[in-house]
């Protein structure tokens, strides 16, 4: 579970407070991505970042700002979120984009949106 | 376009019995299969995957999965269930001839396993 950390686990913001989640891998592969696990809904594929540039935006509304400075590094960006995106934010990372690579997970950051 | 379905939200199994999560997929080609665990606060764990090859793939904590090409199925399993496997379990598909480059994960399947 070493592999992907994401920091914090837990974050309470308001409509219109501006906060930023983090993930980093520590396994060495190129490509990363951030997704949704909302109760009683399957995960939602947000972004995906093959060699640090953006491959896969699904209709993420833009509160939402994805950064991928390095390989290593997963920023979401978050500001004037909605209730409605309380969630847990999962990041995950594959050796390649792509290909028949596991994804492998961080713990995720529980966000509540007030 | 791909999808998987986790036809059973809820497994209740009780120590020492087998348990199956099932798993069923639609691809327009020849699957990628994965199943993941989730414990509570917790990211997903992977369990084992399916890519080519035997039919009967072998995994992490003594769990086993069985692609069925007929059935469109890949189905978990283990001989003899813990307490502790008691989780959420996802299944997760990418078609290798599509241009989908991503997984669909299935909806989960909660796990409780009575002592």
């Known amino acids: 579970e070493t592999g992907v950390t994401q920091t914090p686990r837990h974050l309470v913001m308001g409509m219109t407070n501006k906060k930023s989640l983090k993930c980093e891998q520590h396994?060495?592969?190129?490509?990363m991505y951030w997704y949704k696990q909302s109760a009683k809904k399957p995960l939602e594929l947000m972004f995906v970042?093959?060699?640090?540039?953006?491959?896969e935006n699904n209709s993420v509304p833009s509160r939402f700002s994805p950064e991928c400075p390095n390989s290593s590094h997963l920023f979401l960006h978050l500001h004037t979120l909605q209730p409605e995106d309380s969630a847990l934010y999962l990041c995950?990372?594959?050796?390649?984009?792509?290909?028949?690579?596991?994804?492998?997970f961080g713990p995720g950051t529980r966000l509540t949106v007030l | 376009a791909q999808s998987v379905a986790q036809p059973e939200d809820q497994v209740n199994v009780a120590e020492g019995n087998p348990l199956t999560v099932k798993c069923t997929y639609s691809v327009s080609g020849n699957p990628y299969l994965f199943w993941y665990v989730q414990y509570p606060n917790r990211g997903l764990q992977f369990l084992l995957k399916y890519i080519t090859g035997d039919n009967l793939v072998k995994g992490s904590y003594g769990f086993e999965a069985e692609f069925n090409k007929s059935q469109t199925s890949f189905h978990l399993k283990k001989p003899s269930a813990l307490v502790s496997d008691s989780a959420l379990y996802f299944c997760?598909?990418?078609?290798?001839?599509?241009?989908?480059?991503?997984?669909?994960f299935g909806p989960g399947t909660r796990l409780s396993v009575l002592p």
């Open positions: 396994l060495g592969h190129n490509a």
């Open positions: 995950a990372s594959s050796s390649q984009w792509g290909s028949t690579d596991t994804q492998y």
């Open positions: 997760a598909v990418r078609d290798i001839a599509g241009t989908g480059q991503n997984f669909v």
């Open positions: 970042y093959s060699l640090e540039e953006r491959v």
